[in-house]
Structure formats: structure tokens, C-alpha cells
């Protein structure tokens, strides 16, 4: 049974949350990330389904929606892991190998679009591949 669009909003909403932890991890969000992000989202996210919100777009586009309120909010991000991971284990079939490697390209695109890993990007990409690992 295809998820709700209800269900994919969802998801992508958490996908940007998600998304702006690993950019803001270092405490600064770069222009080069944001970018990035915008890219992976137009060219992958985007084309990946086809649910809508309730305004006729591409649901997909909730991870910049949520992303762009979160930057201009300096929004906390230490509850996005713990609430991706309580998705995912919610919601598993979402999650196929397709959209697994989605996840983890546009997190490392993130890191990668502005000097490389640091400790703390490699921690939260670290507990990152562990959520997304498949659930027996």
C-alpha cells in the first residue's frame, strides 16, 4: 500500500529538519550547503515520488520549506535524530534502499559542499548511517 501523502510531507518535513542539523552542526550555516541542499532536492528529491501537499506541489519540496523556516528561526537541532529514528522505525517500508542512499548522499553533500568533515559532522553522519541501516 503507497503511504499517504499525509505520511510523505511528513517525511520530507523530517528530511529537513534532518538536513539542517548536519548543516548547522558546526554552528554556522554556509551559503554552499544551502546550495547543495537546493540541488539534491531538484534534481533527486523531487523526480524520487509524486506526493502532493495540499497546495498542489511536490512534497519533496517540504525539506527546503522546513530547512529555509528553520534557518531564519535558529531552530534547535538535537531532536532530529531522535525523531527521524522514531520515523523510520514507524514507517520502514519508506525506507528502500533507493531512498536509504538518497538520505545519506544529501547528508554528505551537505557537509562536503564547505570544507569537509569535521568531528562533529562525522558523528552525526555516523549515527546517521546507523538509523538508516536495514531493520530486521
Excluded at 49 to 74: R, S
Excluded at 93 to 116: C, D, H, M, N, Q
Amino acid at each position: 500500500m503507497k503511504p499517504s501523502d499525509q505520511t510523505m510531507i511528513h517525511f520530507y518535513q523530517l528530511l529537513g529538519k534532518l538536513f539542517y542539523s548536519i548543516a548547522s552542526i558546526d554552528k554556522t550555516v554556509r551559503k554552499e550547503e544551502i546550495e547543495q541542499l537546493k540541488k539534491i532536492v531538484k534534481t533527486e528529491w523531487i523526480p524520487l515520488e509524486n506526493a502532493l501537499n495540499e497546495f498542489g506541489d511536490d512534497a519533496a519540496y517540504q525539506i527546503e520549506i522546513i530547512f529555509d523556516w528553520l534557518l531564519e528561526n535558529e531552530w534547535d537541532f538535537e531532536q532530529a535524530i531522535p525523531d527521524f529514528k522514531i520515523f523510520r522505525k514507524e514507517h520502514e517500508r519508506l525506507f528502500t534502499p533507493e531512498v536509504r542512499i538518497l538520505i545519506l548522499k544529501t547528508a554528505i553533500a551537505i557537509i562536503a559542499a564547505f570544507s569537509g568533515e569535521n568531528k562533529s559532522e562525522h558523528i552525526i553522519i555516523s549515527q546517521l548511517k546507523s538509523i538508516l541501516q536495514p531493520l530486521n
